[in-house]
């Protein structure tokens, strides 16, 4: 079983940037072994994909209206998993959700929700215009 609690959300400006951090805990062997994504949900939305990495950090992949804004990364000695987000936009006002992958070395990282198994509690953003 792997934990996971995302970090670093908060209050910003349009055109600002924050950094999201997702900590794992637990058998983190597994967390080395699976790829990690971003989703989001606005109010009245559904759970949305934002970007992902797969499990040697060889392959990301990003929603349409991020990309060249949000950067993923990972850093397997410290279990932790980051989102840059720059320019950021007053819709990209949401909680931020960090998720695990239920299937380890999947080569490429997955966008859909049900390939995600292990998710935390999210952290609100929220970009005024």
């Known amino acids: 079983q792997v934990q996971l609690e995302e970090s670093g959300g908060g209050l910003v400006q349009a055109g600002g940037s924050l950094r999201l951090s997702c900590a794992a805990s637990?058998?983190?062997?597994?967390?080395?072994?699976?790829?990690l994504g971003w989703f989001r949900q606005a109010p009245g939305k559904e759970r949305e994909f934002v970007a992902a990495?797969?499990?040697?950090?060889?392959?990301?992949d990003y929603a349409d209206d991020v990309k060249g804004r949000f950067t993923i990364s990972r850093d397997d000695p410290k279990n932790t998993m980051y989102l840059q987000m720059n320019s950021l936009k007053p819709e990209d006002t949401a909680v931020y959700y960090c998720?695990?992958?239920?299937?380890?070395?999947?080569?490429?990282?997955?966008?859909?929700?049900?390939?995600?198994?292990?998710w935390g509690q999210g952290t609100q953003v929220t970009v005024s215009s």
């Open positions: 998720a695990a992958d239920r299937t380890a070395f999947r080569p490429r990282c997955s966008t859909s929700r049900n390939d995600y198994t292990f």
């Open positions: 637990g058998r983190t062997s597994s967390f080395r072994a699976v790829a």
């Open positions: 990495i797969n499990w040697n950090g060889g392959n990301t």
